[in-house]
């Protein structure tokens, strides 16, 4: 008996419910390959008109930061309020600036 | 880690999810949030799968083209749930194959409802009315629990629940309207299910183990008392309405706490079901577990079909 057991890879699932807005994670699956993935996110997932484009992408290829990094990525942007348009002192005669 | 930091991490852990923080896969998170929520969706997800075999039984059967698309579409809706909620589990670090060899073996529970046997139409129109309606009950709250691939999944899970239940009340009204015998039916159906719906609530609060942590970790909002009383007070006006009789002489609507009163409910039925012995469990069981025997050549088959195109891609490439 061969041993080595292959399990249908997970899949990510991205929706864009409709033309003008982004794609959006809705979720996973698993399919043995990409078509498979499509067909299976759009049975699982746009059963109710919830998009009019799907993208699968193998789970494995997503490459996530780490929450324990998020102070040395995050943090430097809090103190940059000068990156803001409150930041700047304008008269009240300047207006729609 | 030494044991003050993991303390230490805990406490923090703990603050942000009583600032209403959600909890995302990768967080750091203490072992037994981890467990208990692999426990929790899991057995969720379990619920969802297996309950499409008491409905599957009548979609052949159902008596006209109308019913029988909204059952199918209300089963292939909770395969839907099942999927939403095992694909969430697994962003905990469980795989797909453990969650069914746990389903499979027995070592994981799911709702006890679903032990029960669907022997007449009316019973598609109870369980909607009933059992998604108790369902609802316990998920709503779910919406805004701390571990977020859970939350989203259930927000998902709710917007597709209402349809079931008012599919379902439908059925029961259809009947209730229609000869004395289908009134019957009807009747008969809300008798067998009336109380393994209030089951389906869980057990008492006095008996109840993890209510207190599962609270702070917002897994729980209120206990299963007050989720059975607030089923009742919505249903009992509902009976009304389809002209049914509630199976239970001690029901009355108490004037001073403006709830109604309920008779003892049979939990020792609800424990023998729980640990194996209802009328379907082994029925359920076998029904999953040759279902995923008898399909496994037809993954192995998917598998083999797509490494095999995959080699090809690779081969025309270079
Ligand atoms: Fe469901
Ligand atoms: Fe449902």
Redesign the interface.
Known sequence: MENTK???P?WEIFVRSKNGLEHRHF????A??AE?ALENAR??YT??NEGVSIWVVESKHIT?S???DNGELFEPAQDKVYRHPTFYDLPDEVKHM | MSEKDVKNLEEIFETRIARDEKIEPKDWMPEKYRQTHIRQISQHAHSEVVGMLPEGNWITRAPSLRRKAALLAKVQDEAGHGLYLYSACETLGVSRDELYEQLHSGKAKYSSIFNYPTITWADMGAIGWLVDGAAIINQVPLCNTSFGPYARAMVRVCKEESFHQRQGFEIMLTLCRGTEEQKAMAQDALNRWWWPSLMMLGPTDAESIHTEQSMKWKLKRKSNDELRQQFIDQTVPQADLLGLTIPDPDLKFNEETGHYDFGEIDWDEFWQVVKGHGPCNKERMNARVNAWKNGEWVRDAAMAYAEKNEKRKVAKAS
């Open positions: 292959k399990n249908w997970l979720g996973s699956l698993h043995a390959d498979m049975d699982v059963r109710r996530a780490n929450p324990a």
